[in-house]
Antibody, heavy 123, light 112 residues
Framework: QITLKESGPTLVKPTQTLTLTCTFSGFSLSTSGVGVGWIRQPPGKALEWLALIYWDDDKRYSPSLKSRLTITKDTSKNQVVLTMTNMDPVDTATYYC???????????????WGQGTLVTVSS | DIVMTQTPLSSPVTLGQPASISCRSSQSLVHSDGNTYLSWLQQRPGQPPRLLIYKISNRFSGVPDRFSGSGAGTDFTLKISRVEAEDVGVYYCMQTTQFPLTFGPGTKVDIK
């Protein structure tokens, strides 16, 4: 049974750096084809993909946010960490992490999602 | 970037009646490996997104068979054969063929 859970601050000030942790179970990020991504959703708005890290440490970022994002993994702890620098009120959103499997038998979609964590950016 | 569009953006439906959502991509979603990585997600009110359909037409584990996906290339459709009350929510198409990964704007399905 695959589960993911996001954790981090609920409130950050403008210009601060946000650090979010995704703790997962039911799969290993050392298994070929497996990845964990981050997606966010501003209140009442659509989903936006942010970043993705694969089992082989390949990392992909949204071009529009690439300069502000860093994604890392700790395989031994079953965790993926996303940092976003220079936070702004427009970054207020629910942040989700999700599992992806690009192996031949995988869905290649984001097939398991965490519950999300709401981050508010305000002074 | 591949831009995903959806129509309609809002769909009031009658319980027990069918519903259909269209999704169009700005370029072909056929990957170099021959697969088309178009998926559909459901987001019920207050809930995280849930995968319904992957690779155009494959239902994910636990998804009722009243949900079906079809299409090819740049045009795709999600159909609900008979809408139930639990189907209320926002439906997103998403392409995972090419980076950056992109979502459609969402279609809100509610009951008339």
């Amino acid at each position: 049974q695959i589960t993911l859970k996001e954790s981090g601050p609920t409130l950050v000030k403008p210009t601060q750096t946000l650090t979010l942790t995704c703790t997962f179970s039911g799969f290993s990020l050392s298994t070929s084809g497996v990845g964990v991504g981050w997606i966010r959703q501003p209140p009442g708005k659509a989903l936006e993909w942010l970043a993705l890290i694969y089992w082989d440490d390949d990392k992909r970022y949204s071009p529009s946010l690439k300069s502000r994002l860093t994604i890392t993994k700790d395989t031994s702890k079953n965790q993926v960490v996303l940092t976003m620098t220079n936070m702004d009120p427009v970054d207020t959103a629910t942040y989700y992490c999700a599992h992806r499997n690009i192996a031949a038998a995988g869905t290649v979609a984001f097939d398991y999602w965490g519950q999300g964590t709401l981050v508010t950016v305000s002074s | 970037d591949i831009v995903m569009t959806q129509t309609p953006l809002s769909s009031p439906v009658t319980l027990g009646q069918p519903a259909s959502i269209s999704c169009r991509s700005s370029q072909s979603l056929v990957h170099s490996d021959g697969n088309t990585y178009l998926s559909w997600l459901q987001q019920r009110p207050g809930q995280p997104p849930r995968l319904l359909i992957y690779k155009i037409s494959n239902r994910f584990s636990g998804v009722p068979d009243r949900f079906s996906g079809s299409g090819a290339g740049t045009d795709f459709t999600l159909k609900i054969s008979r809408v139930e009350a639990e189907d209320v929510g926002v439906y997103y198409c998403m392409q995972t063929t090419q980076f950056p990964l992109t979502f459609g704007p969402g279609t809100k399905v509610d009951i008339k």
